[in-house]
């Protein structure tokens, strides 16, 4: 965990999601398109968006023997200054200047990365501030390893290794949680980040067909209300040419547990504004947050550091 100082006090701020199409299976022409829908996030809204997201694997096709191929070294070190200049990492150069163009805060979905001193691969957010600067890294920590039969199959820890960090990161308006995809099924993981002062989770993810019209909405709506905080899962477009059948469905959540932004299966720019009050007033409506009851079961986020 990375911070341990007081959060800021959450404001109302514009986020935008980005439900990228076309991502094939060559990737300069994946960050090509992936900068040119941050530019047209960042210039064709009335409100100027605070905060843009990526979804999962936005650089690469979707699947265990990509990762491998498609992995770039990124060298981060939390807590150390990063160089983006003599990054090695062609994404993170690009989301980078893209930030620093536009200005926005930016979520970098997820890149495979490669990891060359242990040999190791990961699926990996990455964090922009508005000035450029990588400021968070999270590791994806669940791996989806899932078995459907008849439907799905899908193995990520054949080529990866999940993290084993749990990620914030401040802005001025906001303690952002990190998570990608199957990381949401894990309610240990936002209940912690919520009650280390992230008042907002997002999650890049990649559902598909079988699991997206299953829990896709389900998970984000039960993440928000368990921990009255805001929730948002940010998906590619659906593409059936593909290997990986994303199911879509960007998704915004507030913290009563109301979707208030959805995009369909299509590639889309969604918005939402996070509305401050809303937090404040369900926490206080529905007192959960101080009712909790630990002298009857633990508080899991006491022994996260
Ligand atoms: N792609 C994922 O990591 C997770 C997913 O599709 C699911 O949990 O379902």
């Known amino acids: 965990m990375s911070i341990l100082t007081r959060a800021p006090v959450l404001k109302p701020f514009t986020l935008a999601l980005i439900q990228l199409g076309n991502i094939g299976d060559n990737k300069a ?7 040119e829908m941050i530019l047209r996030a960042t210039r064709d809204h009335p409100k100027k968006p605070d905060l843009v997201v990526l979804p999962e694997c936005f ?8 990762f491998p191929v498609y992995a770039e070294k990124i060298g981060y070190t939390p807590g150390q200054a990063y160089d983006v200049g003599t990054s090695e990492s ?15 805060w930016l979520i970098g979905g997820s890149i495979p990365e490669r990891d060359t001193q242990k040999e190791t691969y990961y699926n990996t957010c990455t ?11 999270h590791r994806k ?3 989806f390893d899932i078995d459907i039969p008849g439907k799905i199959t899908f193995k990520e820890s054949e080529s990866l290794t999940g993290g084993n960090v749990i990620n914030m990161f401040d802005t001025e308006f906001a303690r952002i949680g990190l998570g990608i995809c199957y990381d949401v099924r894990f309610p240990e993981l936002a209940m912690i980040a919520a009650r280390k002062g992230a008042q907002v989770l997002i999650y890049p993810g990649a559902f598909n067909l079988t699991t997206g019209p299953l829990h896709w909405e389900l998970l984000q709506r039960a993440r928000a209300n368990d921990n009255q905080v805001f929730v948002s899962m940010c998906s590619p477009a659906r593409d059936l040419t593909a290997g990986y059948h994303a199911w879509g469905h960007s998704m ?4 009563l547990g109301e979707v208030i932004a959805e995009a369909d299966e299509n590639e889309r720019i969604i918005y939402a504004g996070i509305d401050a009050n809303i937090l404040e007033e369900t926490r206080k409506g529905i007192p959960v947050t101080t009712q909790r009851r630990f002298d009857v079961y633990p508080d899991v986020s006491a022994a996260a550091q």
Do not use: F
């Not at 022409?29 to 900068?35: D, E, I, M, Y």
């Not at 650089?59 to 990509?66: D, F, L, M, Q, T």
């Open 252 to 255: 915004v959540v507030n913290p």
């Open 90 to 104: 062609e994404s993170v150069k690009m989301l980078s200047e893209v930030a620093k163009e536009t200005k926005t």
């Open 127 to 137: 964090v922009y501030n508005p000035q450029g600067d990588l400021v968070a890294l």
């Open 29 to 35: 022409a994946n960050l090509k398109h992936a900068r």
């Open 59 to 66: 650089n690469s096709p979707y699947g265990h023997v990509h």
């Open 141 to 143: 920590i669940h791996l």
